[in-house]
């Protein structure tokens, strides 16, 4: 394997990475049904999968097609039942597959983002991201946004207190919201009113 570039949390059990393999690094599917002990490739599900094309980042392949991305370069996609969402140093963009084309979600530049889960297992229509740098929290401000771009300016989630500066993943589950930089991960299971740190 030479570079993961998408990883889908199914289960606890089940993690399916779209992985380049090979001496001509061509993407496959891997997958673990046994926590990450054991690994098979599946290279036919790559149809199912959505990534950036690290080899042209102006691509972005959505469910297995080549479709143009919404920026030039592109940080950080996120897949979900709900649909796929690219995130750019300008704002997020969801793609509508309906109309093929990219809606924007909000302008802020946002320091990770991810689908939002709905508190019943699944993913509600909305989108959480950070902001590093503002006034009213001194780690990483997030605010959620609708994926139909009713509001770019986001509603005020919670302040996570980690560094807002350098590389940031955020996640969410039926209870919790979980955000890593650097060596550091915040976890909040009130909303972002309190957290915890390790």
Not at 156 to 175: K, L, N, Q
């Amino acid at each position: 394997m030479q570079q993961i570039v998408a990883m889908d949390v199914v289960t606890a059990d089940q993690v399916d990475l779209v992985a380049l393999t090979g001496p001509s690094c061509e993407p496959t599917v891997l997958t673990t049904f046994t926590g990450g002990q054991f690994w098979e490739a599946y290279p036919e599900r790559l149809v199912e999968q959505s990534y950036i094309d690290v080899g042209d980042p102006a691509v972005v392949v959505i469910s297995g097609t080549d479709v143009p991305s919404p920026c030039s370069m592109p940080l950080e996609l996120s897949q979900s039942a709900e649909g796929d969402a690219v995130r750019c140093s300008d704002g997020v963009f969801a793609y509508s597959a309906s109309t093929r084309t990219w809606q924007p979600i909000t302008t802020l530049a946002l320091r990770g983002f991810s689908w939002l889960d709905s508190g019943d297992g699944g993913l509600a229509p909305e989108i959480i991201g950070g902001v590093a740098d503002s006034s009213d929290c001194a780690g990483l401000q997030l605010f959620t946004f609708d994926a139909a771009g009713a509001d770019f300016a986001g509603r005020a989630w919670g302040c996570a207190p980690v560094e807002g500066s350098s590389s940031i993943s955020i996640a969410t589950g039926p209870t919790a919201i979980w955000v890593w930089t650097g060596d550091r991960t915040a976890v909040s299971g009130d909303d972002g009113e309190t957290w915890n740190t390790f």
